[in-house]
């Protein structure tokens, strides 16, 4: 179940119960912010945040790049079994029960970004439905959201698979 916080709260409550009773896997990315969200985090497997919902979770400021690490842990010591932090140009890092990983991103020239969020999260969400690891996933999710802010737009930012799989192919080879 893939939840975001466009939708009422007590839907979103709601339905990370029934997800819960139901044994179904949860991921909720906490854009846009709304306050009580924190009471949500003992319901959610798969957590997502941003660099600025982080820190109103936490109730500070937005977190930094040398701050994500120990908020992405603090997160977890919530409830979500993983965490995973897009901090824009600077990549993520994600954590689980076995790993935290800090992901780069590749530099690229910036169109727009108000598609990259939404496409970060949608493949990220497929990345674990096909078995991918949380950081794998999350690899595919950073490249995904990195490869949007090369578009204008929101959904004629979103790459095919193909399109993401050989922007993958092409910056793999540089590093």
Do not use: C, W
Not at 73 to 86: M, N, Q, Y
Not at 89 to 111: L, M, Q, W
Not at 161 to 172: D, K, T, Y
């Amino acid at each position: 179940v893939l939840l975001q916080l466009e939708l009422p709260f007590e839907t979103v409550r709601t339905t990370l119960e029934l997800a819960r009773q139901a044994s179904a896997r949860s991921i909720v990315n906490t854009a846009p912010y709304v306050p009580g969200t924190a009471s949500l985090l003992e319901l959610i497997d798969v957590l997502v945040v941003n660099e600025i919902e982080a820190g109103q979770l936490l109730d500070r400021p937005p977190v930094s790049v040398d701050d994500a690490p120990a908020a992405v842990s603090e997160l977890r010591s919530a409830g979500p079994e993983i965490v995973f932090a897009t901090l824009g140009a600077a990549g993520a890092v994600i954590e689980d029960e076995n790993e935290r990983v800090a992901i780069a991103a590749p530099k690229v020239d910036v169109v727009d970004t108000t598609g990259a969020g939404d496409t970060s999260v949608g493949a990220f969400a497929a990345s674990l439905a096909e078995g991918k690891s949380p950081s794998d996933a999350a690899r595919f999710a950073v490249m995904a959201g990195t490869f949007a802010v090369q578009r204008a737009g929101a959904q004629a930012a979103q790459p095919t698979r193909s399109e993401l799989e050989q922007f993958i192919e092409l910056h793999s080879a540089r590093a």
